[in-house]
């Protein structure tokens, strides 16, 4: 079987921060605006007043404290609350290619590659900004990359399932050099006006070079032991925007055109799949959870985390074992394991193993297991 290594990966950074307490002040002066605007059918009881959100709630229950977005202005604005960008011409680089773009010439440079040596682009994401052409294909084009290029989605699992798709078509031969793209910019489809959720997302894009391992000439390369892709249906994460809307009559504004969770039901019900899921593939290749050096998990939440950590090693998990990200970067869709991923990694040793794994709406699990070369 042909070998297969990750040679690369590189991160785009949105260049505007919001801290939990712009968040929460932003949203709390929304709540107000609301409840004024609607003050007499509070009294008359036909109406329920919306509820303040808090920085105490959000860092206990999630561990976020920060998130990354392409626009704050609009997010914070009372009247908005959500991202504003300007829509662009065809003949212009969209603005999801662009973010790709320059997370791909990091993880290239990373990876010693130019666009000539890439010969497949996957561009995967919980959210794509336009229908077709792929935006894989402008991707492709703007790096100047040979092949073929196709998008796919799986939500918040859609950098790992894409990854295997690369490291499969370098194993059948219908690529050798393959640039995965996750472009997350979830502040457009996050529901910044429910308490439930408001703090949830922000926004990033990865980028991974997956190659031969006979092509690979980076100084830091991870074989790809073994991948494995899981799904079970769960309405419990659910975004019903789609272009089907318009048949539909449907508004187009509605609270399900946008992210909306179940988020206890996730917790719950998504950890005990996880954990089960790493300790089987890990069993197919005859390793226990704790010859793991290091687990680059999903970052939706610190205690899922934890909580996957403690079912696979039995004890109490440490940043070392597993890297945490989410603080700093909120949850990014399927771009998190694979930022913990890209942060921390440069201290493993040759022959170390470790896992990427993602889990979230579908429900989804993907999995891969790596080891320093
Ligand atoms: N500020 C203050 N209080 C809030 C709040 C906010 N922003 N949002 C909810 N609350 C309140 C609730 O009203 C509830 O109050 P009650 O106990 O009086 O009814 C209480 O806090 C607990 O709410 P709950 O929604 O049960 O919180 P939680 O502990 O489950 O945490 C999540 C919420 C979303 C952080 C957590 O469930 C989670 O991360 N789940 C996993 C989600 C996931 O992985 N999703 C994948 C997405 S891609």
Redesign the pocket.
């Known amino acids: 079987m042909t070998a297969v290594v990750i040679s690369g990966t590189g991160i785009y950074q949105p260049p505007f921060t919001i801290t939990n307490a712009e968040l929460v002040a932003s949203f709390n002066a929304y709540v107000e605006q609301q409840n004024a605007l609607h003050a007499d059918a509070i009294a008359a009881g036909t109406r329920e007043p919306l509820?303040p959100?808090?920085v105490e709630?959000?860092e206990k229950?999630?561990g976020i404290k920060q998130r990354y977005v392409m626009d704050k202005e609009g997010i914070l604005d009372i009247n908005l609350m959500y991202p504003r960008f300007k829509e662009r011409s065809d003949d212009e680089l969209s603005l999801m290619a662009e973010i790709a773009v320059d997370a791909a010439r990091k993880a290239m440079a990373q990876a010693g590659k130019t666009g000539q040596d890439i010969d497949a682009v996957i561009c995967s994401s919980a959210n794509m900004q336009r229908a077709y052409p792929a935006m894989a294909i402008e991707i492709q084009q703007a790096i100047g990359a040979r092949g073929y290029g196709f998008d796919m989605n799986v939500?918040?699992s859609a950098a790992t399932f894409a990854l295997e798709q690369a490291v499969n078509a370098i194993r059948s031969g219908s690529a050798t050099c393959v640039l995965v793209v996750n472009p997350e910019i979830t502040s457009a489809h996050q529901e910044w006006k429910d308490?439930?959720?408001?703090?949830?997302f922000g926004d990033v894009c990865t980028a991974t070079i997956v190659e031969r391992a006979d092509t690979a000439t980076a100084a830091d390369q991870w074989d790809v032991l073994g991948s494995q892709l899981a799904t079970q249906f769960s309405n419990n994460?659910r975004n019903n925007f789609g272009f089907m809307n318009r048949s539909e009559d449907s508004d187009p504004l509605a609270r399900d055109k946008t992210f909306r969770?179940e988020?206890?039901k996730?917790?719950k019900e998504?950890v005990p799949v996880a954990a089960a899921h790493i300790e089987t593939q890990l069993a197919k290749l005859s390793l226990e959870p704790t010859q793991v050096r290091r687990y680059w998990l999903h970052q939706?939440?610190q205690s899922?985390n934890q909580l996957v950590i403690r079912k696979l090693v039995g004890q109490e998990p440490t940043a070392d074992l597993a890297p945490l990200i989410l603080d700093e970067y909120a949850?990014t869709?399927s771009a998190g394991s694979v930022i913990a991923f890209h942060q921390h990694r440069a201290d493993l040793q040759s022959g170390d193993v470790g896992v990427i794994c993602s889990f979230?709406?579908g429900y989804s699990v993907g999995s891969l297991v790596l080891r320093k070369r």
Do not use: L
Not at 195 to 200: E, L, P, S, V
């Open positions: 509820t959100s808090s709630f959000i229950a999630s939500a918040c308490r439930d959720c408001h703090f949830i994460i969770q988020g206890r996730v917790f998504v939706a939440n899922m949850n869709a979230g709406a």
